[in-house]
């Protein structure tokens, strides 16, 4: 009979991480890792380890996360005027930032991040929402991400918002209400869960999903029943936000599909508006067209608070 010591454990999870390596890297580095989901599987056969040994996180968190650290992006860009920001999770986790502030900002933007990667490596799109559209922005690194201490999982991701939405209202002196909520992939998930705790300004989703189960029942069908249904379930957590949307997706998009991006919206209330970018798959949302109905989106914030 198989012994479940923390060696055994070690590698078996070193294994199951190897597979999904080889097999499904396509979907890892895309954006949500979550076509990793079959851990989840492990993580329920092996949970009563905790109680034998030592804290370690859950195989959901050691295999749902991508996290690109230090010096892995483009931490010395030109033509973004940026602020390195350290700030403290309730946990007392040490992360990092950039505040990138703008001169008579049209929005003041929280952005969170998709999985893989870190705020290095979305200089292209700070630079635009800060030069073009003309917003001040503060992006922020979960941890185990860029600069920030720590391990990802689940829970920490939403205590790492929870901070950087508090860090972000003392660098402006604005309240949690003036805040744009920005998410993209698994940020959005993340966005939607501040959203419905303490409503922003507005909210704006990019390419995110509707719950884990949901991606479960896609990927990994005969494993969607281990999934929590309480874990990053967006439809639910949309519910509860009272306010303007702005949710775009790729319909070629192969890491979460398209009809999952509709579960999402439908479940929101008004307003709300809705944009199919043609042809893009997961991580192509970036378009003129987008970019210039997001820009009307801002302008029709500040025709309402006017």
Known sequence: ?????????????????????????????????????????????????????????????????????????EWTPTELDFQDIDFVAADKTRLHGWYCPCDQPRAVVLLAHGNAGNIATRVAWMRYLQRTLRVSVFAFDYRGYGRSE?????????MDAQAARAKLCELTAVKES???????????????????????????????????????????????????????????AIAMYHGPLLQSHGNKDRTIPYSLGEKLF???????????????????????????????????????SK
């Open 178 to 236: 003036d805040i744009v909520l920005m998410g993209e992939s698994l940020g959005g998930a993340i966005v939607v869960q501040l959203a419905a705790t303490s409503a922003p300004r507005a909210l704006v989703l990019q390419s995110t999903f509707s719950s884990l189960r949901d991606i479960a029942q896609v990927h990994f069908r005969l494993l969607a029943g281990i999934v929590s249904k309480t874990k990053l379930n967006s439809t639910e």
């Open 1 to 73: 009979m198989t012994q479940w010591t923390p060696n055994f454990i070690c590698k078996l999870t070193r294994a199951t991480q190897l597979l999904f390596l080889g097999k499904a890297s396509g979907w890892f580095l895309r954006g949500t890792g979550c076509g990793l989901l079959i851990a989840m599987a492990l993580g329920c056969c092996v949970s009563s380890y905790a109680a034998e040994g030592p804290p370690m996180r859950s195989l959901v968190d050691q295999f749902l996360f991508a996290p690109a650290k230090y010096p892995v992006g």
């Open 266 to 304: 439908q479940n929101a209330n008004q307003p709300k508006e809705w944009i199919e970018i043609a042809n893009a798959d997961h991580n192509d949302w970036l378009t003129q067209s987008y970019v210039n109905q997001l820009d009307r989106f801002i302008e029709r914030l500040n025709s309402r």
């Open 150 to 158: 720590g391990k990802p999982t689940i829970d920490g991701t939403l």
